[in-house]
């Protein structure tokens, strides 16, 4: 029989890693990583387009206007021959017009539509990774709820695909606004154990009549009836709302950096764009 603290790893990181992993699959398409046609894109699309998706992708207002580019899966799954050609040609029974631009241009802009949807591993970052793993298991704590390849705690999702799951955006709003990426199953709770202090928890499951609880252990718990009364919820995440005073700016990046660069690929598959250096 598999010790308890094992069958509890299983039981949180294996079905999370399975469901960030196929949220969103790493972008191979290379237009993302001409910094300079992203930067002329984004500048073109606000002349553009802004008037119906919105000056940063995120959808404009009202019957005609266009959709949401950032969390687009039409976007995301789209190779970048096929994006190009979403812009130089329209796209038929919608709003989206055909743009009679240079074949450079056409290329920008698919440059930064392809940037706001992109997930962090395919996109070049300004801090460096190595410090930032550092980081993680030092000065800010994250090991301390959070794996990363089976390495970590329990009372934070796992952390070994976030850099092919969340965009850079959503992966800074996770540090600097706690719980933007907080999944069902991570409430957080203090478990009273029998001849223990109380233990910071989760829970992973619950109804009317019982909880199921992992705590900062790795020990499941289930509690019913009368029993739940050993758990009392916590008013706040177990997320830190404070990096962004722990942490110095170059600190955050490097940090940035480093849970970018946690990717989950298939054998064969090449390894993301190293840092990029800051500007």
Request: glycine share 10%.
């Amino acid at each position: 029989m598999l010790p308890r603290s094992i069958f509890a790893f299983m039981f949180i990181t294996l079905p999370v890693a399975a469901q960030l992993g196929a949220r969103r699959p790493v972008s191979e398409n290379p237009l993302v990583r001409n910094k300079a046609a992203v930067e002329a894109g984004e500048r073109r699309f606000k002349q553009l387009c802004s008037s119906c998706h919105g000056p940063r992708g995120e959808g404009g207002q009202g019957e005609g206007h266009g959709p949401n580019l950032v969390n687009s899966w039409e976007v995301r799954r789209a190779n970048d021959e096929r994006l190009t050609s979403f812009i130089r040609k329209g796209v038929p029974g919608t709003a989206m017009p055909a743009f009679a631009l240079p074949d450079d241009q056409i290329v920008e802009l698919a440059a930064f539509v392809r940037s706001l949807n992109a997930p962090a591993a395919s996109m070049p970052v300004r801090g460096n990774p190595e410090l930032g793993a550092a980081i993680f298991t030092g000065k800010g704590g994250c090991n301390s709820c959070h794996m990363v390849r089976g390495k970590g705690g329990f009372l934070g999702p796992d952390l070994s695909n976030a850099g092919a799951t969340f965009r850079l955006d959503e992966l800074r709003d996770s540090l600097l606004k706690r719980g933007t990426l907080s999944p069902d199953g991570y409430r957080p709770v203090i478990v009273k154990v029998p001849g223990e202090p109380p233990v910071k928890a989760i829970v992973r499951h619950e109804s009317p009549w019982s909880l199921q609880i992992l705590d900062e252990k790795g020990r499941l718990f289930l509690l019913h009836g009368d029993e739940m009364k050993r758990a009392s919820f916590a008013g706040k995440s177990w997320m830190p709302d404070d990096y962004g005073s722990r942490l110095s700016p170059q600190e955050l990046e490097n940090l940035l950096a480093y849970l970018s660069r946690q990717a989950v690929r298939a054998s064969g598959q090449s390894e993301p764009a190293g840092h990029a250096e800051p500007q």
